[in-house]
């Protein structure tokens, strides 16, 4: 018998929302009918991004949280997002390691994935994974990604608190914190407090922070919340912060104006994405492509030409203004 | 479509500390393309099962060395099958006496792989016998 995996979704089902997630992953085509489906249903789970260096703690602390969640009997949603080798296309999803105390949870669904060296889709495929859980009835979806990269700003784009995570002793945080952190940063953490060097980051971040704040009209201030994750120390803390966060968003209004940028920015992604791979697929079945960069290597066309040529084709409705 | 990877769950059931293999076996199946999810040491079947369950996993890989194959193996290959995953393929490695691979076999694990055992042998089997979803 067919599994109906739209009503088994919406019942909670991990079989169907671990199926749908690999269809997303693997742009398989049945994803489409069933995100159309469990779309209505979404727009409940509060979506929360941990973000940091490799090591720095994240998965650490997205357990912690999770525990204490957990405590409250609100359900939780986790995807956690690894790099995949470029050279092998493998990958090591160390995340679960540290989250096994709620492997037998039936209130935790966590999931594992490789960022697959996707073309900017890897935004694409995470918000899937998020909707799922959402549609899935959980309360909180956590989003572990890796390092503070132009991907990773990206994924940021999909939660509704963004956590950053820094330790003593990994370099130059001013540095690092140039590379746009500051603009996407709604509470920092500094985890492994009892490390050498804590006080001293922790003072450096909270000075930016104030610095920051006095340049810019900001109406959030970002806390910086100490942290021992693996000793479950400042977990406390930091679920204020992240509920203080939530309570500033939503009696501002910015959670809404903040979900409807999303939907503004994520269709126009989808439809970037779908016109790409529809073009892409057919210039590639005829090797029309490889005609083409032909003719531009023996100078009888160009690029230029060439992306006029086949926008005329395709969307010849585009010149008619 | 993207291309479809083979995900598998290495998981250490039991007390069993010896995670050399376990950690080398993830290592050699990310490097041949696969998408690994280790799980850690102290695993019980629910755990490895419900862990399987979530990641859709297409493998599941057992290591023991400290004679709990026995149970451990079987069990997780039931509690599979009742969680509708019986498509996942279950494969073994560790200390494991050889007059005990057929039974283990015969109660659906799909090979065993003793100490010495080429990683391209590992490997090619997994290959070979992964079924599609
Ligand atoms: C290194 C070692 C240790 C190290 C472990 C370090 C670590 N973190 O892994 C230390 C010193 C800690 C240790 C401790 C003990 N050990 Co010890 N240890 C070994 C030893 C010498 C080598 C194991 C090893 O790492 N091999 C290298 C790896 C790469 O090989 P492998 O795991 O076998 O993996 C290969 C295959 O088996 C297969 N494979 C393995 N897993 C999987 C999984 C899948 C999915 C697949 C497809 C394939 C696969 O592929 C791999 C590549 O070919 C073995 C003896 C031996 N020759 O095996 C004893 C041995 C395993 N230990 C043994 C014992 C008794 C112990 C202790 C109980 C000793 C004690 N009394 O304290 C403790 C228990 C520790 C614990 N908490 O469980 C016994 C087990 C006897 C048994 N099964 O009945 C052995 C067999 C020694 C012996 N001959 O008595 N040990
Ligand atoms: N000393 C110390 N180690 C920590 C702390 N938090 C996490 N760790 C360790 O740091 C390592 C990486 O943690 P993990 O959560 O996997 O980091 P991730 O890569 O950011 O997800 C693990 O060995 C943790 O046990 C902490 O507060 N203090
Ligand atoms: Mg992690």
Redesign the interface.
Known sequence: MDIDYVAEILEGS??A???V??WL?????RARSCMEKIYPHTGNAYVLGITGSPGTGKSTLTDGVTWQLRNKELTVGIVAVDP??PF???????D??RM?RH??DPGV????M?T?GYLGGLAQFTRGAVKVLDAGGKDFVIIETVGVGQDEVDVMRVADTTCVVLVPGLGDVIQSMKAGIMEIADIYVINKYDRPGADQLFAEVQFRVDQDSSIKDRSWVPPVIATVAVEGKGEDDFLEAITAHRTYLEQSGKLLEKRRNRIHEETLQMIHHELFRIIRERLTKDSRIEQMVEEIMNHKLNPYNVVEKVVDEWLPASRLK | ?????I?IIVAKPGLDGHDRGAKLL??I????????????L???P??IV??A????ADVVGLSSLSGVHNYFFPKVVELLKA???GNVLVVGGGIIPLEDIPTLKKLGIAEIFGPGTSTDTIVGFIKANVKS?
Request: no cysteine; hydrophobic share 35%.
């Open positions: 991990p079989l929302m671990a199926r997630m690999t992953e693997n742009e398989d085509e995949s080798s092998t296309g493998g990958a090591l999803l160390g679960r390691i096994t492997s037998a669904f966590m999931r594992s490789a697959r | 479509m993207a291309e479809k990877k995900k993830s290592r199946f990310a490097e041949a393309g696969m998408e690994v999810v280790y799980t850690g102290r695993q019980t629910e755990m419900e862990a369950l979530q990641e859709d969680k509708k995953l979803k």
